[in-house]
């Protein structure tokens, strides 16, 4: 049977929340039993984000198979089993790209190619691909707003493929309802405007969701009902949350979104069991203790650059029952302000997290050091347990000179280098050491103890690895190199063995933390900074991650 589609649709300003309403939209669905697949469509002529910088685009999310995608699949792997891969995120650039390849062949002979049809087309064909691993339902979340130029082709293959299937499509639109202080009214003349350009399109709503501040009143709703063309009962508020993101699916469940869709799609349904959600949202609000966790890096000023590794915590600060508060540290203003113990003390553990270039380098090096020296929990992801090796090496080996050659190629000591198929690479989109790779646990390891298996699957995105000329005098100081490549030898996991808790991965285990599943090494990380490691006995583990 060919699947259901629902396109989600974004309107009035940015940042609404549309990823993350997508995801929920998802999750909803699977609780009614049914098989989704999810798809990102964004705008942008980039062929994919990995080559745009965080400040630009927040998070890049990696795939098993590979793929720099948009952060919104990230929420998509949180809250919903969807299958991820390269073929759940299309750009612009992906499309333009195949289409005037194929115009190169000659593919299209004889034609003037266009947008309508031949860029249209491949949208569609995207979608449909998308839709072919037996989903029941494939939810479509088109970036950006209604109304920019970029993604008119996006909405116009959109009205093409509902026109083809009538039965079988829906359209959310998310949109903005703001209250106005000074008027001491909330409006809906944005909502209506941007739902007469998607009208102006062709596409007429099937449900608005109104990210709104405090729930619309009965004659809002009525409001927007009729200058939008759509029922009541299908204007839906979706209320700014008050204590975690994920209790909206559970919101828009409590207002029938689920039973709504199902209706509209002809869509079986079972009655939906949120238990384990509700029980895991009563531990965000009712925590047993507190813990204190400090982020070294660079990229803090935006919100999403590093939003794995925020929900990543979040999950084992739920999962260990504690309140989570993080402290952002800018890595180059931490020397500016004369030494770093002044400068982040006060956090019972640090997380130095991946990142590019020289730019506060040295700030992450010496965060390391006081970690070492003080025994302070450290967990580095990526560039973090790069560091953490390069501090090692310089006092603890005396290579006092010890560095990575992506920041002094002329170092006399590198620790961090690239490989040789690394140093041959000229375009840099796309060919980072990237996506899942299979690694061997050392059976005596905080790592083994975290996972308890001895092949993990771990998603990678870097260039840089450890030089493994130096790998015995580490080890002859106490490094243990936990994790190694799986049937090759590079280093994937380093512990110091003097200290409690002292662990850097060079992949990114942030991507693969859901909430009612944390990551082990996130999970563990939060555990022993709770002091949960005292009476283990009392602290169930969570399930493990499939992996391999
Ligand atoms: N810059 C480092 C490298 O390319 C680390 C990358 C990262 O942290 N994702 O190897």
Redesign the pocket.
């Known amino acids: 049977m060919s699947p259901k589609y629902i396109f989600i649709t974004g309107g009035v300003v940015s940042s609404l929340g549309k990823g993350l309403t997508s995801a929920s939209i998802g999750l909803l669905l699977e609780r009614c039993g049914h098989k989704i697949a999810m798809l990102k469509l964004d705008p942008y002529l980039n062929v994919d984000p990995g080559t745009m910088s965080p400040f630009q685009h927040g998070e890049v999310y990696v795939t098993d198979d590979g793929a720099e995608t948009d952060l919104d699949l990230g929420h998509y792997y949180r809250y919903t089993d969807s299958p991820l891969s390269r073929a759940s995120n299309v750009t612009s650039g992906q499309i333009y790209e195949t289409v005037l390849k194929k115009e190169r062949r000659g593919d299209y002979l004889g034609k003037t190619v266009q947008v309508i049809p031949h860029i249209t087309n491949e949208i569609k064909a995207r979608i449909l691909a998308c839709g072919k691993e037996d989903a029941d339902v494939v939810l479509v979340e088109i970036g950006g707003t209604v109304g920019d130029i970029e993604s008119l082709p996006f909405l116009e293959a959109i009205r093409q493929f509902r026109y083809e299937r009538k039965a079988d499509c829906i359209n959310i639109h998310l949109t903005y309802v703001p209250y106005l202080k000074a008027a001491g009214e909330v409006k809906t003349k944005p909502t209506q405007h941007s739902v007469q350009v998607l009208r102006e399109i062709g596409i007429i709503p099937d449900v608005i969701l109104c990210r709104c501040e405090e729930s619309l009143s009965k004659e809002i709703k009525e409001k927007i009902s009729l200058f939008c063309n759509v029922p009541e009962e299908s204007v839906i508020d979706e209320k700014d949350v008050e204590e975690s993101i994920y209790e909206v699916p559970l919101d828009l469940h409590n207002q029938g979104l689920d039973a709504m869709i199902c209706k509209m799609l002809n869509l079986s349904m079972k009655t939906a069991d949120f238990t384990d959600w509700k029980e895991m949202l009563y531990k965000v609000t009712h925590p047993k203790g507190k813990v204190v966790v400090g982020i070294v890096g660079k990229y803090l000023d935006h919100q999403d650059a590093y939003k794995s590794v925020f929900e990543a915590l979040h999950h084992a600060a739920i999962h260990a029952n504690v309140e989570l508060e993080i402290r952002k540290f800018e890595s180059d203003r931490i020397i500016e302000n004369g030494s770093v113990e002044k400068a982040i003390q006060g956090c019972d553990g640090y997380v130095v997290p991946?990142?590019?270039g020289e730019r506060g380098w040295e700030g992450k090096v010496l965060t390391a050091k006081y970690c070492r020296e003080n025994k302070i929990p450290y967990f580095g992801l990526?560039?973090g347990m790069?560091i953490l090796l390069i501090e090692f090496a310089r006092n603890v080996l005396g290579l006092k000179e010890a560095n990575s050659t992506?920041v002094n190629l002329n170092t006399p000591h590198p620790i961090i280098s690239l490989l040789s198929e690394q140093k041959k690479v000229e375009n840099l989109g796309g060919t980072?050491r990237l996506g899942a790779y299979l690694c061997d646990l050392d059976p005596t390891s905080l790592a083994y103890k975290a996972y308890e298996q001895n092949i993990i699957s771990e998603r990678h995105?870097?260039?840089?690895e450890f030089n493994n000329a130096y790998k015995k005098a580490f080890e002859e100081k106490g490094m243990l190199f936990s994790g190694n490549l799986h049937k090759g030898s590079l280093c994937e996991i380093s512990e110091v063995r003097e200290h409690p808790w002292m662990l850097g991965v060079q992949f990114h285990p942030e991507f693969k933390s859901k909430p009612l599943n944390p990551h082990p090494l996130f999970r563990d990380f939060i555990a022993y900074l709770a002091g949960l490691h005292q009476h283990k006995e009392s602290w169930e583990k969570s399930p493990q991650l499939t992996s391999v």
Do not use: I, S, V, W
């Open positions: 991946g990142g590019f990526c560039l790069q992506e980072m995105r870097h260039r840089y």
